[in-house]
Structures are given as structure tokens and as C-alpha cells.
């Protein structure tokens, strides 16, 4: 099982970016699959999650900047971030959580994810 991240980068206060997961290995449509992010001296964080219904959370903190989808034909994850601040920038993640089918109030915690991306760094700075 492998998760490949990217579309990292740089981008001014304001910008947006999109990252991309690219999922092998597993059963791709079954998994929840999260983003998570982890800024230089923090823990990593919960940005949000999809599961197989279609249904998604997300973190409070974000108020409503990003948005996860799917696409189960291609395997592949997606995160739309608007509005980003410097307060963004981490190292992003994607997981996956190959037992549960359906979003728990647990989907943040690091250990529900049995399979992680090597991560894709946000830096935003002007």
C-alpha cells in the first residue's frame, strides 16, 4: 500500500493551492482517507477527512478554506486550500484508514491511519 502526495509549494497570504494523494496498493474506494498537516515544533493535526459514503469533515480551525474530494476511478485524493495564511504552512499528509467505512469523532487521532504519504511542504510567505 503506497500514498503518493503532491502539489506542495509556495504561495503568497491570500493564495490557494491544491494538493493531490495518489493512492496504490489497496482498496482505494472503501478507505477513509484524511489530510493532516504538521508545522515545524507541533503535533501533526487533523485537517480533514472523506469516507466512502462521501461524507466529510474537517477541522474547526479551518472555517469552511478548505475543501477534500475523491475520485475513486483514479484513486486519488484532493485538498483545495483558499485563503491561505502563514499560519498554513506544514508538511501535509495523506492517510488512510483501511478498517472503517464510515467518519468517527476519532478521525483526527494519527493512530486510526494505517497507511501515510511521505508528505508535500506549504509555505506560505510573502
Known amino acids: 500500500a503506497q500514498l503518493v502526495e503532491s502539489g506542495g509549494g509556495l504561495v503568497q497570504p491570500g493564495g490557494s493551492l491544491r494538493l493531490s494523494c495518489a493512492a496504490s496498493g489497496f482498496r482505494f474506494s472503501s478507505a477513509c482517507m484524511a489530510w493532516f498537516r504538521q508545522a515545524p515544533g507541533k503535533e501533526r493535526e487533523g485537517v480533514g477527512v472523506?469516507?466512502?459514503?462521501?461524507?466529510?469533515r474537517y477541522a474547526e480551525f479551518l472555517t469552511g478554506r478548505f475543501t477534500i474530494s475523491r475520485d475513486n476511478a483514479k484513486n486519488t485524493l484532493a485538498l483545495q486550500m483558499n485563503s491561505l495564511t502563514p499560519e498554513d504552512t506544514a508538511i501535509y499528509y495523506c492517510a488512510a484508514d483501511l478498517v472503517r467505512s464510515k467518519i468517527t469523532a476519532g478521525w483526527g487521532r494519527t493512530s486510526q491511519y494505517h497507511v501515510w504519504g511521505q508528505g508535500t511542504q506549504v509555505t506560505v510567505s510573502s
Open positions: 472523506i469516507c466512502y459514503s462521501g461524507g466529510t
